[in-house]
């Protein structure tokens, strides 16, 4: 028989109910007891590492880089610029195991010695909390293969970075310098001149040339960006950002494409070239030979690098137009001739002996012209266009360097010009007191001045040693009459933010006293030294304009009396320079040159022909058609430049009696 149904009753239910809301009740306590203790765990136990976290998910200030100012040559031709490239960075403090980290690293990008070198470099420079640039110029798949796994790389970022490229390299390097990576002594020195706000979050900083010495106006004001950043550094959002101000760009007086025509000229030798317009102190071209790639010191020359341009002995990182000092040669003589003009030494029309020897008083040493029989007797103007040695050796003999010192001096010889670049060498120019205080340490009888040393000073020789930037500047002031200028580079300086245009240029700094008369009497004796007769007449045929100029052989070693100077039994570097200064047009010239070529013998064979190229082309507007042929056209002078013909003239750095040469 089927079990009768049990019916349930009010009672019951109620207390299944019961049951059902204490299950319910305790659950929600047990629900309750883990949130608790979940809060007790991480409020209280691990309060301090959340702590530290919560405090790096903030907001930060990161410096936003300016762009740093373009530099141009007169025409706005770009000889500096910046470009926009990806940089591997890595913060130590942030990675954990650093050497671990590089490892993995090197699995999405390739990492070469240098890479490595240069990373332990930079993270003995900077300080851990700062980030180290591992690997600079990423190619965008890298950059896309470090981002797509940043998440497991804590300390790691790929930024954006502007770097500085020189499309000229080395025909600049000399004028330009370059930007570098800021050392501990960049630091010191910004932080002495109190500009740290200036430089955060920057990594480079003027080191040379016009990059350094305009390194305020070209690096402009950082500007700043708050970006919201998770606990491993990693920007979240960017919240504001305050631009920067840009680097302000500059104009050059200099002409690149002058300056690429010298280069051109010089070939493979070795020397310096210096082009004023006298009528403004603008500088239209500067070269020294041979030159660097500035790139290199950009982010770090490498050691091998580093080694191969040290240890050339062209010794292609010495600015010769800025610090070569040498023994300027016959290209002295225009302007021992003004000495001797304005110091009534001897008259615009005295003709006097030109020999093939000079003696002194009571001695048989003979000081000989470069011309074995001599040139008979001349006038001062032919004297200086046959460039007559044994003239000016006596003329030097009567004045004393008492009255020739105090001339030339204001012709800027033996003092720095002012120039605006950095390292300029002052030179010299000798008197009693300064061989007096060059030789102090030595005997007496070796600071004491005595009269032959004036002698070899006369043609160029002895003591005297100048930059060809000197010569340069000397030449501008004599084809101006006498107003000087400080030679300068930079032409305008824009500011990037208002446009406004500050030009350079300076008004005279004073103008010499001198008879006006004197320097046309000059001017035209250079004239001469291109004409039939002089040392450089093959120079001044078919020229559409006139010219002025100055031949000069300058001698390196000291050859003995008697002997008869040899180049080719001579190392190289022991043989005569080759000087030449010239400007055009002489009637109211723009242009003033100083060439010296190393070792190069004869002024008029080999830095002449120099001088008239690039003179050519900046009246013109045209390149010689062939620049070979007139490099061979004064191969071989009928008249040889003096300069280079007394054997007793002292050459050597190591004794008193010294000129020094680069």
Known sequence: MPRPTRLKTPRADDNQFQLRLVVAYLFMLLMFLVLAGRFVWLQVMQYDHYSTLAQNNSISLVPVQPNRG????????????????????????????LEAMVAELGKLVELTPRDMKRFRKFLSENKKFEPSALKMKLSDEEAARVAANGYRLPGVEVKARLFRDYPYKELTSHVLGYIGRIGPRDKENIAEEEKTANYRGATHIGKLGLEKVYEDELRGTPGFEEVETDYLGRAIRS???????????????????????????????????????????????????????????????????????????QKPLINRALRGLYPPGSTFKPFMGMAALETGAIGPNEVRGAPGYFTLPGSSHRFRDSKPAGNGSANLAKAIAVSSDTFFYKLAWDMGIDRIHPVLGQFGLGSRTGIDLDGEAPGILPSKEWKAKRFAKMKPEYQRWIPADVVSIGIGQGYNAYTPLQMANATAILAADGKVFKPHLVQTITDSKSGKVQLVEAHPQRQLAFKQQNYDYIKQAMEGVLKPGGTAWRLGQNLSYRMAGKTGTAQVVQIKQGAKYNASALAEQHRDHSWFIAFAPAEKPTIAVAVIVENAGFGAAAAAPVARGVIDYYLTGKVPADINALLQTMAQPETADSGAADASAPVANKKPHASPSP
């Open 70 to 97: 373009l530099i141009t040559d007169r025409n706005g031709v770009v000889l500096a610029h910046n470009y926009s490239a990806y940089t591997l960075e890595v913060t130590p403090s942030k990675t954990g195991d």
């Open 239 to 313: 919240l504001k950002r305050t631009p920067p101000k840009n680097g302000n760009d500059l104009k050059l007086a200099l002409d690149i494409r002058l300056q690429d025509v010298a280069d051109k000229l010089f070939g493979q030798r070795r020397g310096a070239l210096v082009a004023i317009d006298p009528q403004t102190g603008g500088v239209l071209a500067l070269l020294s030979k041979p030159g660097f790639d500035p790139g290199l010191f950009i982010d770090g020359i490498d050691t091998q690098s580093w080694k191969n341009l040290n240890e050339d002995w």
